[in-house]
């Protein structure tokens, strides 16, 4: 169980997380880099925030997806930290996404107490920002995450508020049992 894993030396500079709620773990401060990785953030075109792979934006229909989710941000780094960091028990699929959230953008109920399969999930936050509160309704929690927060929790649907001022960067991917190894 991901619970045992979190309450010893998560092997990513012996880290460990406060519990929010019922499976909900926060990790402050997760990325050494943080600032770096935020210039490249910042510094991608707006072309590069409407990339995913085949898909072209308003393709699909949750708003989360339209002009807001980029490919075009892959640091070798910042996926070998987060994979180690749940490795060797759990791995993440690494998507190699960030979403953007700024105060035009509308806030979005995610749908994901259907992913039965999938332990967790793990969100990371960058950017300077107020707003973009999470809320987890169905255990009566409300986050408002911070730069360089790092969440795991169960998949359950979930609330994004809108942000109400800056630009909020949320890296989200599923944790999954681990093929047995890791990212160097």
Do not use: C
């Not at 773990?25 to 953030?41: A, H, P, R, S, V």
């Not at 075109?45 to 934006?57: I, L, Q, R, S, V």
């Not at 002009?67 to 994979?83: E, Y």
């Not at 950017?127 to 509160?133: A, H, K, L, R, V």
């Amino acid at each position: 169980m991901l619970e045992k894993m979190l309450d010893k030396d998560l092997r990513f500079k012996g880290k460990t997380g406060i519990l929010l709620g019922e499976d909900i773990y926060l990790y402050k401060d997760f990325y050494e880099n943080i600032n770096e990785m935020e210039e490249i953030l910042a510094g991608m075109t707006e072309e590069d925030w409407k990339t995913h792979g085949n898909y072209e934006p308003e393709d699909h229909e949750n708003p989360m997806w339209n002009d807001r989710l980029s490919l075009g941000f892959i640091d070798k780094q910042f996926h070998s930290d987060i994979i180690n960091f749940v490795s060797p028990q759990y791995w993440i699929f690494s998507h190699d996404n960030f979403i953007r959230s700024r105060p035009t953008d509308e806030s979005v109920i995610q749908e994901m107490s259907h992913f039965k399969n999938i332990p967790y999930l793990l969100a990371y936050y960058a950017g300077d920002f107020e707003g973009g509160e999470i809320v987890f309704s169905d255990l009566g929690i409300t986050y408002s995450p911070q730069k360089n927060d790092l969440l795991i929790f169960k998949p359950t649907d979930i609330e994004i508020l809108k942000v109400k001022s800056g630009v909020k960067y949320s890296y989200i991917d599923y944790v999954v049992e681990a093929p047995g190894y890791f990212m160097a």
